[in-house]
């Protein structure tokens, strides 16, 4: 049997491609997605050459999908189950977790050596083929996926598996506190998700730093108090005025070019927080200020972090949307229908519209 997917063929080239049915091993898991959708990750795999010059490796790493086969080790889910897949997805007996660093955690090789050791656990595509495919393999089933109850929709099952994660770890690595004033620092998707966990984290005042119009409504409707437009001067300039030149006591960086650090340094408070989840891909050295960082001496932590993965992180993120504490649903502004519709939502990702949010895919 052959499987289809959309890979990356080269640097700046995606395309249609045919391979044998993935082998699973006795704790794996075979799934047929029924949602996938691009995330900008995929972009920068394909276009920046972020994972290197990759042949035929099948993109994604959103999706919620269908369980069509088991090993006979899997004790917790069967065919026909609705799961959602996280992106990310560690090997569960590897040395880095008992290191406590999931995220990080392979012992499988693939296309890509680089990232054997940082940012191992994100293997779609990297170390294994993606879940652009119509059938694909997840590792360690019972341990990497989580059953979608009917409550939650495909929708909110696919924006779990990465923009919530991604965006609830900014506020974790940031570690805020109740009444704590909170710089976002771009309100894409997971931005959006780093505001509404900022909020439900107890922050107090929550600058969101964006000029879209759909996205600083839906950032006001999630929990930003303040829209901070780049338009209307400078960031950290406006960001020292409203906080009568106190400055943050967090800030979490979910978009921006290398110059974005500069920034969030110079507008946290000394002893402050700086948490970056965003993916820099162009650039080999990231600039620190020395007056905003106190010559080295500011106790201002920066801290970056892959986003959680596996069952129990999936489990607990569907209980947020479950029970009414979150709907990551609203960030869904295109769709497609169609298993060929993939690669136009992965180039809508690219070319990044003014309107664009977020995309999904409905494949049935």
Known sequence: MKVKGLAMKKIGEVGWVEKDKPEIGRRDALIRPIAVAPCSSDVHTVFDGTLGDLHDAILGHEAVGIVEEVGDEVRDFKPGDRVIVPAIVPDWDCEAIQNGNPQHAVYETGYCQKIDDALGAYKFTAVVDGVFANLFKVTQADMNLAILPDEVSVENGVMISDMVTTGFHGVENADIKFGDTVVVLGIGPVGLMAVAGAKLNGAGRIFAVGSRPNLVKLAKEYGATDIIDYHDGDTVEQVMEKTDC???????????????????????????????????????????????????????????????GGRNRMERLIDMVKYGRLDPSKMISHKFNGFDSIEDSLILMKDKPRELIKPIVYLE
């Open 246 to 308: 106190k400055g943050a006591d967090a800030v979490i960086i979910a978009g921006g070019n290398e110059s974005i650090m500069m920034d969030a340094i110079n507008m946290t408070k000394a002893g402050g927080n700086i948490s970056n989840v965003n993916y820099f891909s162009k650039q080999d050295t990231i600039p620190i200020p020395l007056l905003g960082w106190g010559m080295g001496m500011s106790h201002k932590t920066i801290k970056g972090g892959l986003c959680p």
